[in-house]
């Protein structure tokens, strides 16, 4: 080859790369933009919840400074008063008691429902896989009445035992769906080991599965915790004393009186119940992308 | 210590029938290595006396007792897998111990065993690590040391060593048969590979289509294949198939190849295949018995002159290609004496290791 041919080759290939480099930038740079885009749209709520619990009810109720600021400096009355002067800590108390309820039973019927579906092939799993993935497309709105019956005929109505009763209903489809998947990117050959090494069926799902899919488990008890915690339709159907009430609907029904909302301490309420599913989500973030994909590509 | 017996298995998979009322009896500590081309029943065989498949019909056997309807706990033996399927969770030391722990045995006993093995294994300092942190050759000693702190009756092997690449697959092969011979256990191994069947097998089994072909030690098939499947699959290069007629040729008789070739049958097989003159047969010889004439007394007769196609180069041996009568041919030669291609060479045919094969029902005469 001449040298002024491999100079055009050279220069060719020169030019191959700055112009996909160029297109990567420019990929980088419009992705960038929709997602600092993206981010301010979903942080804006977030921000005036926190700057107004932070604010005393005078300087909220004051219309002629900026809300997005906090002017005359910031107060812990919001939380105080919350703390102290509302049932706002029986509202948490009994929130905590019915989501871990709602989300020991969602995983232990889950599990072994999506053990038995994912790997134990029996005639109608695969109906039935899809049939329990169905039951999480009715949506809550219309399955509330009929289980309004359900509830009041075993004597749980206005009891936040209730909600450990009717949660699972939201949790274990979608539950078991995730984790099916997830036992079925197990390769086979895993299970078949451990029936030669003297297994049976409990012990495979225990001492294999489990701690494999733990994952995929993590997943579907972020995705329980987060539903049990943040229901609003069933227990305001279901729950109408204040000692029964959870955080969501006791929050909105103890500080909304008629047309006189205490936005200030409804932002405090609204941030403090914020909390732990944020702690959640922030330790467990990895486990829960890891458990929502997995088996999505071959490993 | 127990030998293996199949007795008319039969396995069908809705309509399709995978394994074809096979029998084989399998003694005491032999190794045995099930052999055959992708769809031919060996891995269904081989999961059929682990019990992860239900036999349609017939018997298994192990220590002369009846285990078809037996779970794989209850049958007395350790698999290997192609992927391994190593506990992930587990370090190597549990992955090893596993199975003893779920059958209650007590610590110091596992202990000994799985140090053991692990010696055995060369994989004494890798019992803390976990499968992830093993290399491919790594994690397939664990595999074999899961089966050997067992002390099972039989030893199973589904294809261990395709996951590996080329050169550790070499090494696995001679450290499987080591540690077969330093641990005697019944063994049944399934490979698709022959070259893994011959170095490994007492007797190797060769399946086609849910059938057994041909059962016999490695020798006895590369020299005496009984079907020209056998023929072709065992040796690599495979085995050379040639159309041929047999002719009287005074008292002898002569396989004629081609217009331009024709070579005598020795005389010790004249008999055997005097009554098959005029006859479509097919010729079989393998590439290594094509070769340069090597010693100055070879038989003229049985060498021919052809112009080389394509010349592969291997470093201890060349590989030459040729056509008689449009049919390629492959040809082993010392390298010293390869032509290049488009050049003639005079082969010399070693007829004493030919084959004449029955075109219609594949059977070598």
């Known amino acids: ?299 | 210590m127990a030998e293996v017996a199949l007795r008319n298995v039969v396995k069908r998979f809705d309509n399709v029938e995978a394994v074809r009322s096979i029998n084989l009896d399998i003694p005491d500590n032999e190794f045995v290595v099930l052999v055959g081309p992708s769809g031919c029943g060996k891995s269904t065989t081989l999961r059929m006396i682990a019990g992860l498949e239900e036999l349609t019909s017939g018997d298994i056997f192990i220590g002369g007792e009846i285990v078809n309807d037996l779970p794989p706990k209850d049958r007395d033996i350790a698999m290997v897998f192609q992927n391994y399927a190593l506990y992930p969770h587990m370090s190597v030391f549990e992955n090893m111990s596993f199975g003893l722990k779920l059958r209650k045995f007590a610590k110091a006993e596992i202990k000994k065993r799985v140090d053991n093995a692990a010696r055995i294994l060369d994989i004494t300092e890798l019992l803390d690590r976990k499968p992830k942190a093993l290399s491919g050759g790594q994690r397939q000693r664990v595999a074999m040391g899961r089966a050997i702190v067992r002390n099972p009756k039989v030893f199973l092997f589904d294809e261990p060593l395709s996951n590996l690449d080329a050169k550790l697959r070499v090494q696995m092969r001679t450290e499987i048969k080591r540690v077969h011979q330093l641990v005697k256990t019944t063994t049944v191994y399934v490979t698709h590979d022959q070259i893994e069947a011959m170095t490994l097998a007492d007797r190797v089994v060769v399946m086609n289509g849910g059938l057994i072909e041909q059962i016999a030690t490695p020798q006895d098939l590369y020299h005496h294949p009984k079907t020209r499947f056998v023929a072709g699959f065992i040796g690599s290069p495979a085995m050379n198939f040639i159309r041929c007629h047999v002719e009287q040729n005074g008292v002898g008789l002569r396989a004629r190849l081609s217009d331009r070739i024709s070579l005598p049958i020795p005389q010790a097989q004249t008999s055997r295949f005097q009554g098959l003159t005029g006859k479509e047969l097919i010729f079989g010889l393998r590439p290594e018995h094509i070769t340069e004439p090597r010693r100055t007394d070879c038989d003229q007769d049985c060498q021919f002159d052809t112009a080389l196609d394509v010349v592969e180069p291997m470093g201890m041996e060349t590989m030459v290609y040729f056509t008689i009568d449009g049919q390629e041919i492959c040809s082993r030669v010392d390298p010293g004496s390869a032509k290049g291609p488009g050049e003639s060479m005079r082969l010399h045919a070693d007829m004493d290791r030919m084959h004449l094969i029955d075109p219609q029902s594949g059977a070598v005469l």
Not at chain 1, 127 to 140: E, Q, R, S
Not at chain 1, 146 to 166: D, E, H, R, T
Not at chain 1, 174 to 201: N, R
Request: aromatic share 14%.
């Open chain 1, 1 to 299: 080859m001449s040298t002024a041919a491999l100079g055009a080759r050279v220069s060719q290939g020169f030019s191959l790369r700055s112009s996909l480099s160029r297109n990567r930038r420019w990929a980088l740079i419009t992705s960038y933009v929709f997602l600092v885009i993206f981010a301010i749209f979903f942080l804006i709520p977030p921000y005036y919840m926190i700057v107004t619990a932070f604010k005393s009810d005078a300087e909220v109720a004051r219309m002629a400074t900026n809300p997005w600021i906090i002017a005359d400096g910031i107060t812990l009355d919001q939380f105080r008063i919350l703390l102290t002067q509302t049932d706002f800590l029986v509202f948490f108390k009994n929130t905590i008691v019915v989501t871990l309820c709602t989300v020991a039973i969602t995983m232990v019927v889950s599990v072994f429902a999506a053990f038995s579906l994912g790997r134990m092939k029996f005639w109608g799993s695969s109906i039935l896989a899809t049939g329990i993935f169905l039951t999480y497309l009715v949506p809550d709105t219309l399955l509330f009445i009929p289980l309004f019956q359900i509830v009041k005929a075993v004597g749980l109505l206005n009891s936040y035992w209730g909600m450990v009763l009717v949660y699972p209903t939201l949790t274990v489809p979608f539950c078991t769906w995730i984790m099916i998947g997830y036992f079925q990117s197990i390769p086979k050959e895993l299970d078949e080991a451990a029936l030669i090494d003297g297994a049976g069926h409990l012990q495979m799902l225990t001492k294999i599965f489990i701690p494999v899919a733990l994952p995929g488990i993590i997943a579907a008890m972020i995705f329980a915790f987060t539903v049990s915690w943040a229901a609003f339709v069933y227990p305001m159907t279901f729950l109408y004393s204040a000692d029964q009430q959870v955080l969501t609907v006791g929050t909105v029904t103890s500080l909304i009186r008629g047309d006189v909302y205490k936005w200030g301490m409804l932002m405090a309420g609204a941030l403090m119940a914020a909390a732990p599913p944020l702690v959640i989500y922030a330790f467990l973030m990895d486990y829960y992308i890891a458990g929502l994909t997995a088996g999505a590509t071959k490993g």
